[in-house]
């Protein structure tokens, strides 16, 4: 990807968790409480939500990435590690996805598949790519776990993510809303961080409509750690990078965030010798289903979102 400009990353306080290094004292509980309302206008505005407290919510599906983790990422690591010389092979469609698509066919039995996000780049110039980047998925497993659909989740969640008619009802008789992927990110040890990137958007004919489309929940399996994920606050551009976009990132500082899928974000550096996850479950509202999503790039007539058994409950 060619930029501009010259690119430096500068790792701004966090919007939303400028106190998350300290301890707070009972009295300032209560600023981490977030209404439904507040949730979603700051994910609309700025494209994340910290929860420095950690996942707000009971869903089983969470429950359900976090014993796959637990049950498979080791095995993951250890074979993407023994495939090492094969990870920047030139013929590549992108770093590592030769190697995640042998470990894909090797754990298939276990519904584990293996892809190849954006790969991590240089923070100085040329700003080339240095390495890749993986996503576990465990979207077949879900599938095979729930096949009539996964558990909705807790009414104070559905507040959050689909309070719009559009989203809550169901349409020819299926379920609104969708699970776009089940997983967890995974960086490499001495990984580069990932280049800046949206994961989803709509085309000009199709702007965001005031909601969220694409809702993405990130938070670390282990306790006491926290997300680094690196935001453009606002940065809803299409996809499009520039360098300035660099200069604006924030770093999440949080067991937890809401990300929306349609913002400027990327995967922090690891400098660490030891792989890095964050679990990861990516959701479609019906809205992001038929503006975007439908006859889009993912919809390739074989991938199948899962669908949410969950709709509103007509009031009395």
């Given at each position: 990807?060619?930029?501009?400009?010259?690119?430096?990353?500068?790792?701004?306080?966090?919007?939303?968790?400028?106190?998350a290094?300290?301890?707070?004292?009972?009295?300032?509980?209560?600023?981490d409480?977030?209404?439904?309302?507040?949730?979603?206008?700051?994910?609309?505005?700025?494209?994340?939500?910290?929860?420095?407290?950690?996942?707000?919510?009971?869903w089983?599906?969470?429950?359900?990435?976090?014993?796959?983790?637990?049950?498979?990422?080791?095995?993951?690591?250890?074979?993407?590690?023994?495939?090492?010389?094969?990870?920047n092979?030139?013929?590549?469609?992108?770093?590592?996805?030769?190697?995640?698509?042998k470990?894909?066919?090797?754990?298939?039995?276990?519904?584990?598949?293996?892809?190849?996000?954006?790969?991590?780049?240089?923070?100085?110039?040329?700003?080339?790519?240095?390495?890749?980047?993986?996503?576990?998925s465990?979207?077949?497993?879900?599938?095979?776990?729930?096949?009539?659909g996964?558990?909705a989740?807790?009414?104070a969640?559905?507040?959050?993510?689909?309070?719009?008619?559009a989203?809550?009802?169901?349409?020819?008789?299926?379920?609104?809303?969708?699970?776009?992927?089940?997983?967890?990110a995974l960086?490499?040890?001495?990984?580069?961080?990932?280049?800046?990137?949206?994961?989803?958007w709509?085309?000009?004919?199709?702007?965001?409509p005031?909601?969220?489309?694409?809702?993405h929940?990130?938070?670390?399996?282990?306790?006491?750690?926290?997300?680094?994920?690196?935001?453009?606050?606002?940065?809803?551009?299409?996809g499009?990078?520039?360098?300035?976009?660099?200069?604006?990132?924030?770093?999440?500082?949080?067991?937890?965030?809401?990300?929306?899928?349609?913002?400027?974000?990327r995967?922090?550096?690891?400098?660490?010798?030891?792989?890095?996850?964050?679990?990861?479950?990516?959701?479609?509202?019906?809205?992001?289903?038929?503006?975007?999503?439908?006859?889009?790039?993912?919809?390739?007539?074989?991938?199948?979102?899962?669908?949410i058994?969950?709709?509103?409950?007509?009031?009395?």
């Amino acid at each position: 990807m060619t930029v501009p400009c010259k690119r430096v990353a500068v790792d701004k306080e966090p919007i939303a968790g400028k106190s998350a290094k300290r301890s707070k004292p009972e009295s300032e509980a209560s600023a981490d409480i977030k209404t439904p309302v507040d949730i979603r206008t700051e994910l609309y505005d700025q494209g994340f939500v910290q929860f420095p407290s950690g996942i707000p919510w009971l869903w089983e599906l969470m429950s359900f990435v976090e014993e796959m983790y637990d049950r498979y990422h080791e095995e993951v690591e250890q074979r993407l590690a023994a495939l090492q010389a094969d990870w920047n092979k030139s013929d590549d469609f992108r770093p590592g996805s030769a190697a995640a698509e042998k470990v894909t066919k090797d754990m298939a039995a276990v519904g584990v598949a293996v892809y190849s996000p954006p790969p991590s780049e240089g923070e100085s110039e040329p700003f080339s790519c240095t390495g890749p980047r993986f996503y576990v998925s465990v979207t077949e497993a879900a599938w095979k776990n729930w096949p009539r659909g996964a558990p909705a989740p807790p009414e104070a969640l559905a507040e959050v993510l689909w309070p719009h008619e559009a989203d809550s009802l169901r349409v020819s008789g299926s379920w609104p809303n969708m699970i776009r992927g089940l997983g967890w990110a995974l960086a490499p040890p001495q990984a580069d961080p990932q280049s800046l990137h949206a994961d989803i958007w709509g085309e000009r004919d199709k702007p965001r409509p005031g909601r969220v489309r694409f809702h993405h929940f990130l938070w670390k399996r282990a306790a006491g750690k926290c997300c680094t994920t690196q935001v453009v606050p606002g940065g809803f551009t299409d996809g499009k990078t520039w360098g300035e976009h660099y200069q604006q990132m924030v770093r999440a500082c949080a067991p937890c965030i809401l990300v929306d899928n349609e913002v400027l974000h990327r995967g922090a550096a690891n400098p660490s010798d030891k792989w890095v996850s964050t679990c990861s479950i990516e959701l479609c509202t019906r809205t992001g289903y038929e503006e975007v999503w439908k006859g889009g790039g993912e919809d390739d007539g074989i991938y199948k979102m899962l669908p949410i058994r969950w709709k509103r409950k007509q009031s009395q």
